[in-house]
């Protein structure tokens, strides 16, 4: 045990030494280290020296100083004066090292700021070029008028703006914005300017100048704090922008901001003055755009086809018109010059392309009448196309414009016209003939009645002889069967005459089945030429009818012709023509003209009463219209019907003539300025 102790005893002992020592080395590193230079040196030589000189060198435990010392002294200053050189050099590159780094680090700071800042100026530019950018791709005024006065808002930092436009020399206000928690509305409307709505006195002088109106406190200012609407408002921040193109001025940008006094900062109001130069390009390019839609609406709607070709022939606009009617769409249109021409009449179509390719080629345009196929119904229609050139200052072909007409009734109109012409040219020549007709009549009843004259004479004179013999007899048998048809014969001639004699109509009671046989003698010749075989069903207690002999004969005669006309054409069955007359029981009498021919058109059944329609190929189409209007004007009434088989009836009617006089009676009767009839 007390070994061990002296061994402990011994150990730390021989410890300790090494400690301080190693303490006092330490402690001179650290103060070199710290205080850097050559003053600490001295001390921590001093320090090193006492405590290896008190625990290592003889005698331990104390401090002696002798010569024999100097050497140790020396080189524990040398070593010590080495290493505070050292530190010292270490704490200036230290030193001059973290210098660097602050010097670095505010350079740095200073640097990321300026980035910052031109970041966000770039940042601004980009925005000011994308709002350019939507304000000049913008085509619809509403629209553009919306985004300016948004994209003004938001850089400005406003709460309330106004875009004001001139509108024949008066601004108008066209749309007013303004801001709220959610964001700027806009209303785009058209209204006067009111002091209400602004400072105008910023405004004119805005306008008149074409100068801007900045003001940080317009409730301050000199100038306008005097304003009505400022005094009203309390306003604070005012900008009244002018919008300029090419000198003229076209409205005004008005931005308020009555909270932050100078919120207009200079860059804002430079990016505004951009912001309505462009909004004047923008403004002008769609007033310019909506003028041109109008235009090609109006072009889309007109009543005629409009298109346009380029030099070479190739159409490049079409109207909706033209598409609508051919079916045919804008790309197959445009897909060659003559794809439009599918549409035409395939006799029409040669012709077309020549006419159009000479007008293309010589440079001076064209003009045809083409048919061209509707694909509504499948009908070709009239159509008259014309083509005019633009040319440059040169002379050089620019475009083609024309038109494509509807003229289909205009063609059907002169068609009409020209059978109206001529059916006109025919009514004279029957005219003429009936003037003739009337006067061979006239020349043909002197040498009847001179016959007649003539063969009654022989009558007397054989009347005187007193031989009686079968030749004598013979002979007066004849004399007396030329006078009878030298009587018929004036009777016939006696009927033509009145027939084309211009005279007023006289009604009187007339026995209808005679009037009727009468015409029956006139048109006899036609029927035996037609083959036609005649019936007649005339019954002898037929009541009188009152009226003009001589057109009621006019009507019988147009209905039998028309059933002989009609009858012409029927071959393998008889040809028959009944007329049958018979009282009504409501009264009157009704006339009746049956034919076997081909028969009536259901939906042509009332047209054939109609002026100048005609079913025949030489016809005038007035017949029927007339005798219509005859017997109408008798109080009656025509028309026509069908049959199950062939042929057709037509049908008048006429009232009595004890009927007809009671009805003259009750005219007379009424009292003066009214008539009724019954």
């Not at 050292?86 to 230290?94: D, F, H, N, S």
């Not at 462009?278 to 755009?289: H, P």
């Not at 005019?388 to 002379?395: H, I, K, Q």
């Not at 025919?426 to 009645?449: D, F, K, Y």
């Amino acid at each position: 045990m007390t070994s061990w102790r002296r061994r402990a005893s011994s150990l730390f002992c021989g410890a300790l030494p090494a400690v301080f020592v190693a303490a006092a080395l330490a402690a001179t590193l650290a103060m070199s280290r710290w205080f850097g230079g050559f003053g600490p040196w001295i001390p921590a030589a001093i320090l090193s020296f006492l405590v290896i000189g008190y625990f290592l060198t003889p005698p331990r435990y104390s401090i002696a100083f002798s010569s024999g010392q100097i050497p140790r002294v020396a080189a524990f200053g040398l070593a010590g004066w080495v290493v505070s050189w050292l530190g010292g050099r270490q704490k200036r590159v230290e030193v001059a090292l973290m210098q660097a780094c602050d010097e670095l680090e505010e350079r740095v700071r200073e640097r990321t700021w300026e980035l910052r800042i031109a970041n966000d100026k770039l940042m601004d530019v980009e925005t000011l070029v994308k709002a350019l950018q939507a304000l000049s791709s913008e085509m619809d005024l509403p629209r553009l008028i919306e985004k300016l006065v948004r994209i003004a808002m938001e850089h400005a930092g406003a709460e309330r703006g106004l875009l004001i436009l001139l509108r024949g020399g008066e601004p108008r206000i066209e749309a007013q914005a303004t801001t709220g928690k959610g964001g700027v509305a806009v209303a785009v409307r058209q209204t006067v300017v009111t002091p209400s709505d602004l400072p105008q006195s910023a405004l004119h002088y805005a306008i008149r100048t074409q100068e801007r109106v900045l003001l940080d406190d317009a409730s301050t200012d000199n100038v306008y704090s005097t304003d009505e609407y400022v005094r009203k408002n309390r306003s604070k921040s005012v900008l009244c922008l002018p919008i300029v193109k090419q000198a003229q001025i076209v409205g005004a940008l008005y931005l308020e901001n009555n909270r932050t006094p100078g919120a207009f900062t200079p860059d804002r109001v430079t990016v505004l003055q951009l912001l309505a130069s462009q909004a004047a390009i923008s403004l002008e390019n769609a007033a310019l755009y909506t003028d041109l839609q109008l235009q090609v609406g109006l072009l889309q709607h007109l009543p005629v086809s409009a298109w346009t070709l380029k030099p070479d022939g190739t159409p490049d606009f079409v109207n909706q018109v033209w598409l609508e009617f051919a079916g045919q769409t804008l790309d197959f249109v445009r897909s060659h010059p003559e794809a439009w021409m599918t549409a035409v009449h395939p006799e029409d179509r040669e012709m077309a392309a020549r006419i159009f390719w000479e007008g293309v080629h010589s440079g001076q345009g064209f003009a045809m009448e083409t048919r061209s196929l509707r694909a509504q119904d499948g009908t070709y229609r009239w159509h008259l196309n014309q083509a005019v050139v633009l040319r440059d200052s040169e002379g050089k072909v620019l475009k083609f414009v024309g038109t494509t007409t509807d003229i289909d009734d205009q063609k059907r109109t002169e068609g009409a016209l020209r059978q109206a012409q001529a059916e006109l040219a025919h009514v004279t020549r029957v005219t003429t003939m009936g003037q003739l007709s009337a006067s061979i009549a006239h020349e043909v009843n002197q040498p009847i009645a001179g016959v007649l004259i003539n063969g009654n004479a022989c009558l007397t004179w054989l009347a005187r002889i007193k031989e009686k013999s079968v030749e004598i007899a013979e002979v007066r048998d004849t004399l007396q069967r030329i006078i009878r048809d030298g009587n018929r014969a004036g009777e016939i001639v006696a009927r033509i005459r009145a027939l084309f004699k211009k005279t007023e109509s006289a009604r009187e009671s007339l026995d209808l089945n005679e009037t009727i046989r009468e015409i029956v003698t006139l048109a006899g010749s036609e029927m035996n030429k037609q083959r036609v075989t005649l019936r007649l069903e005339l019954p002898s207690d037929l009541p009188s009818v009152l009226g003009d002999r001589v057109q009621l004969q006019q009507v019988m005669l147009n209905l039998i012709l028309n059933a002989i006309d009609a009858m012409a054409a029927v071959e393998g069955r008889a040809r028959d023509l009944v007329i049958q007359t018979r009282s009504r029981e409501e009264g009157g009498v009704l006339v009746t003209v049956r034919d076997s021919g081909p028969g009536l058109d259901p939906a042509a059944r009332d047209r054939i009463f109609t002026a100048f329609h005609t079913t025949k190929a030489g016809g005038l189409g007035m017949g029927l219209s007339i005798s219509r209007s005859i017997v109408e004007n008798h109080s009656g009434r025509l028309w026509a019907t069908g049959h199950d088989g062939p042929g057709a009836s037509f049908h008048f009617t006429l009232p009595t003539a004890s009927k007809a006089h009671e009805r003259r009676l009750a005219l007379h009767e009424l009292p003066t300025g009214r008539v009724i009839l019954r």
